[in-house]
C-alpha cells in the first residue's frame, strides 16, 4: 500500500512509520523542512499548500500531526499552536484530497485525535457514540476531527484516531516519571481517583494497521485498552514494575504551580473504553497494566 504520512518524526509517528515499512509498505513522508531524502515531500500546511499530486498517488493517508500537549508549560501563544498545528495540517489534508478526482483520492484517511474529546468524565464509562466534554482540549478535538469533514463529504473513507495514553519508556506518560519513581519519589498525582486511559504501544501500533485494512469501520475510534485504572492503581503498578515505592503523592496545588493550564488536564478523569475496536474484534496483546507496563519498560 502506497501510504502519505504526517506527523512521522513524532513519538507515535516515528514507531508507526518503522511498522508500516516493516509490514511492506510504500511510505511516503511530508516535512516542512527540505526534504533530506527521496520518502520525504515538502508541504506548507500553515499555508494551505500541498501538491495535490502527492495525495493522488497515495492509497491512504496518515495524519498524526500537532504540537505535543505536554511539551511545555500552557500560556495563550502555545494553546493557539496546539490548536492550529492540528486545524491546520488536517484541514489541508482534507481538502486537497476533496479536490481530487474521484478516482484519485485516497481510499482512507486516518486522523489523529484524542480522548480529551470526551472531557472530565468522572467515574462515568463512555465509548465513541458519546458528545463532547468540556474544556480547553474538549474545544480542541471538536475543531480538530471537523477539519476532517471536506475529505469524509467526498467520499473519502476517514477514521478519527482517538488516542489515549500509549505507554512507552521514551515518551508519552511514563518518560517524565522514569526518573522520579525509580528514585522512589514518584507518587499519584492529586487525589488519585482520576481514571488513567492507558494502551500499551504495540497494541496502539495493531490498532492502527488493524483500522488500515478495515474498509469497514469509520468515525471516532477510541484507541485506548481494555481496563482503565485509576490513577492511584496506575501508580501502585508503575511502582511495582519498577521495583520502587510510590509514597510521594503530587498534591494538585504543585501540579498547577509546575504545570499551569495544563494541570487540569493532568488531574482530569477520562475513563473511556474501547467500544469499536471491541465490537470489531480486535484483539489486544497487552489487555491489562502490568503487561502493558512490563513490555512498555522493557520491549
Not at 502506497?2 to 514507531?15: Q, V
Not at 484524542?114 to 475543531?143: H, K, M, N, Q, S
Not at 482503565?228 to 503498578?237: C, L, Y
Amino acid at each position: 500500500m502506497r501510504i502519505l504520512m504526517a506527523g512521522a518524526s513524532g513519538f507515535l509517528g516515528t514507531r508507526l512509520a518503522a511498522r508500516l515499512a516493516a509490514d511492506g509498505h510504500q511510505l511516503t513522508r511530508l516535512v516542512r523542512r527540505p526534504p533530506k531524502d527521496p520518502g520525504e515531500v515538502r508541504w506548507n500546511p500553515a499555508a494551505g499548500q500541498l501538491d495535490p499530486a502527492v495525495l493522488a498517488g497515495a492509497d491512504a493517508v496518515v495524519n498524526l500531526a500537532g504540537a505535543g500537549v505536554g511539551d511545555k508549560r500552557w500560556n495563550d501563544e502555545y494553546k493557539a499552536l496546539i490548536r492550529t498545528s492540528r486545524t491546520d495540517t488536517t484541514g489541508t489534508l482534507a481538502v486537497t484530497m476533496a479536490g481530487l478526482p474521484a478516482g484519485d483520492r485516497p481510499q482512507v484517511l486516518l486522523n489523529s485525535s484524542a480522548i480529551g474529546w470526551y472531557g472530565d468524565t468522572g467515574d462515568r464509562t463512555v465509548t465513541e457514540e458519546a458528545p463532547a466534554g468540556e474544556g480547553f482540549l474538549a474545544d480542541v478535538a471538536r475543531v480538530w476531527e471537523a477539519a476532517t469533514r471536506p475529505a469524509e463529504d467526498a467520499g473519502v473513507r476517514v477514521v478519527r484516531l482517538r488516542t489515549g495514553l500509549p505507554l512507552h519508556r521514551d515518551g508519552g506518560l511514563l518518560k517524565p516519571q522514569l526518573l522520579p519513581f525509580r528514585l522512589g519519589v514518584g507518587g499519584k498525582l492529586g487525589s488519585g481517583r482520576q481514571w488513567v486511559p492507558w494502551i500499551s504501544m504495540v497494541d496502539w501500533l495493531d490498532a492502527v494497521v488493524f483500522l488500515l485494512d478495515r474498509p469497514d469501520l469509520a468515525g471516532p475510534v477510541n484507541l485506548v485498552g481494555p481496563n482503565p485504572v485509576t490513577n492511584a492503581e496506575f501508580t501502585r503498578e508503575f511502582a511495582r514494575a519498577l521495583h520502587r515505592p510510590a509514597i510521594m503523592p503530587i498534591p494538585a496545588l504543585a501540579l498547577k504551580i509546575a504545570l499551569g493550564g495544563f494541570a487540569q488536564e493532568a488531574l482530569t478523569s477520562t475513563r473511556v473504553l474501547p467500544g469499536v475496536l471491541n465490537r470489531a474484534g480486535f484483539g489486544y496483546r497487552h489487555p491489562d497494566l502490568p503487561g502493558a507496563l512490563h513490555a512498555a519498560l522493557h520491549d
